[in-house]
């Protein structure tokens, strides 16, 4: 049973355009130029309980306006929105009950008060029992391992501190559906790690709803089995990860250890050279020929070693984007 | 239900002050030096009114010690309206417009207007009311007036819709930022109109009286209170105050609901 649906979501603004410099600025105060751009432009798509999905495109494809549609921020051109049965822009306060939104970039901590005074103002607004509050709040501070640190004041706080208390505070209700706009951004590794098995242990538990945007493709490769692409406000692909690869791929890396120096003005013959520091070479060959590359190789080539490897998925991503070929 | 939910809202408001009152205390000498500003303020302005007085003996009718009161009402009326509602929110709701900073807490099962208007009370403007109660005392005492028990009840309704209005006022006016991105001068022009209303009205004449009554009606919020608390009381003013505070407020909520619906969040 889908808990967000999607129908022919438009959104649309109107952005002005400014020429540069001092006399472009004063010109601007007298006539305006004014272009249209499709944020979001007739995206469709269902999320089931329970599913976590990638929700990913290059900067300005849409991502974070269709995220702020579907938590009532921004009321579209067009289209239809359901969120657990709501109209998310009627900001019905039962709705506003049931979902979270954690911005990477945006906290709801009040900075000069310890992470624990939000909580508790949380579990007002939230309204959640008194018995409720404490034992999701015992949960996530135990997953999170920040027991230490609930009553420091929120600007002392490490950023990735900041971040398992801003979570918390976006949790303390147990949202049915949450949304997460880069959840791992600024975090050091390890950090984005802990937020990830976080992030995967809560879906587990909760069966909540979670769509993911990041840019981080660690998040996306290790949480989400199902990905949406967006871009320039279009949603051209809705899938599995790994289908990503059959149908985009059209490519094979093949690794090749060399036990002896090589010309490679012949390696470019094979195949694409994206690298060669002898021994090692890398090569980017058409899936169709990449067999038959590979027996040439091995045939006219001093190989010590030969890898035949699909595409890395944040290879194919780049290229979806920059050759913006979706056929 | 709204019972409910005001309720809640009340809780919440209180939680929020507490917050205010912790945060303000943390900056200890911000909090005594805003003491000290409050007080430098009413004392050079009770100097510039004595210097006035010395040359004549009224301004618009009312004598030194009636300007007195009403420039104490009128100082706990600013601070009221400035502490609560702008200093840390309406003032900076344009920026947090311009910022995308209202996204987070637009999502919450609160009331918006609420949210966007006294999300953080100034907790200090509440030493700021003591200069003012005690000019009004001043002019009490000087002026051998007597104040009436009976009046105290349509003084307060009166001084109570007063801010209600000026709040709404405020309010709309803030809410254009909505539409006009970045327009950090507009909560400064809704407190530059509203601190007319410290003025005496009667020295407002002819369409300006009118206009001053009736369609920005600053005269409900420090003159009439202040004639109402020195037995000047016309009964009219407790009916129209309570009708313009309703009018006023529904305008407010409907006008900020109407800007939502225009609101375009900043890019993340």
């Known amino acids: 049973m889908s808990v967000i649906r999607v129908r022919n979501l438009k959104k649309y603004y109107r952005v002005y355009q400014k020429e540069p410099g001092l006399l472009g600025s004063m010109k601007s105060l007298l006539r305006r130029k004014y272009q249209p751009v499709k944020a979001v432009d007739n995206i469709s798509f269902s999320i089931g309980r329970g599913e976590l999905v990638g ?68 579990r007002e607004i939230y309204e959640v029992p008194q018995k409720q509050y404490e034992q ?7 997953i999170l391992e920040v027991e230490e640190v609930l009553k420091i004041q929120t600007r002392k706080l490490s950023l990735g501190q900041r971040m398992k208390c801003e979570l918390i505070a976006a949790l303390i209700h147990s949202p049915k559906v949450l949304f997460l706009d880069e959840p791992t951004i600024g975090l050091d590794v390890v950090m984005q790690k802990r937020v990830r098995d976080f992030i995967k ?37 809705d899938g599995r990860l790994s289908e990503i690869i059959s149908k985009y791929a059209d490519h094979k890396i093949v690794s090749v250890v060399f036990s002896q120096e090589i010309d490679p003005k012949k390696l470019a013959k094979i195949g694409q050279v994206k690298s060669y520091h002898f021994p090692e070479a890398t090569l980017s060959i058409k899936r169709e020929t990449a067999p038959l590359a590979a027996a040439e190789l091995l045939q006219h080539f001093p190989i010590a070693d030969l890898t035949l490897e699909e595409e890395k998925i944040e290879d194919i991503i780049r290229e979806l984007f920059t050759g913006k070929d979706y056929a | 239900m709204e019972v409910n939910n005001f309720r809640k809202h009340l809780k919440i408001y ?10 303000d205390m943390t900056y200890r000498l911000n909090f005594f030096l805003e003491w000290l500003v409050e007080f430098g303020y009413v004392l ?46 309406l003032r900076k709701l344009p920026e947090k417009i311009t910022r995308g900073e209202l996204d987070l807490i637009l999502t919450k099962p609160l009331n918006s207007q609420f949210v966007v208007s006294m999300w953080r009370p100034y907790f200090t403007f509440i030493p700021s009311l003591i200069p003012g109660l005690i000019l009004i005392y001043l002019g009490f ?30 309010m709309i006016i803030t809410t254009l930022s909505v539409w006009l991105i970045n327009a950090t001068p507009l909560p400064e022009l809704a407190e530059h109109l509203l601190f007319l209303a410290e003025r005496p009205h009667s020295i407002f004449k002819g ?8 369609v920005l009606p600053i005269a409900f919020m420090v003159s009439f209170p202040t004639q109402t608390l020195m037995g000047d009381f016309i009964w009219w ?17 409907l006008f900020w609901r109407l800007a939502l619906k225009h609101y375009q969040s900043a890019s993340s």
């Not at chain 1, 999701?136 to 135990?142: F, G, H, I, M, S």
């Not at chain 2, 209180?14 to 945060?23: M, Y």
């Not at chain 2, 618009?60 to 009636?66: D, L, P, S, V, Y």
């Open chain 2, 237 to 253: 003013w407790v009916p129209a105050a309570l009708a313009l505070a309703a009018v006023f407020l529904k305008t407010s909520a």
């Open chain 2, 44 to 89: 050079t302005g009770l100097i510039s009114l004595r210097i006035i007085f010395v040359n004549i003996s009224e301004v618009a009718g009312w004598n030194f010690h009636q300007m007195l009161i009403l420039i104490g009402l009128g100082t706990v009326f600013s601070e009221t309206i400035l502490g609560l509602f702008f200093i840390f929110n």
């Open chain 2, 14 to 23: 209180w939680q929020l002050i507490k917050f205010a009152a912790i945060r």
């Open chain 1, 201 to 237: 242990l809560y879906n587990r538990r909760f069966k909540s709803a979670i769509i993911l945007t990041s840019h981080n493709m660690d998040d996306v490769k290790e949480l989400c089995q199902r990905v949406l692409i967006i871009d320039r406000g279009r949603l051209v692909f």
């Open chain 2, 207 to 214: 369409p300006f009286r009118i206009f001053f009554i009736l």
């Open chain 1, 55 to 122: 929700f990913i495109g290059p900067n300005g494809a849409g991502k974070t306006t269709t995220l702020k549609c579907l938590s009532g921020l921004l009321f579209p051109n067009e289209g239809t929105v359901e969120v657990l049965g709501f109209t998310p822009w009627d900001r019905k306060p039962e709705f506003q009950k049931q979902f979270s939104l954690v911005m990477g970039q945006k906290n709801q901590l009040w900075w000069d008060l310890p992470p624990i005074e939000t909580f508790i103002l949380n």
């Open chain 2, 141 to 170: 005492t000087g002026g051998g007036y007597g104040f009436d028990p009976w009046l105290f009840l349509p003084f307060l309704t009166i001084f109570l819709s007063g801010l209600v209005i000026a709040y709404s006022v405020g």
């Open chain 1, 136 to 142: 999701t709040l015992n949960e996530l501070v135990k």
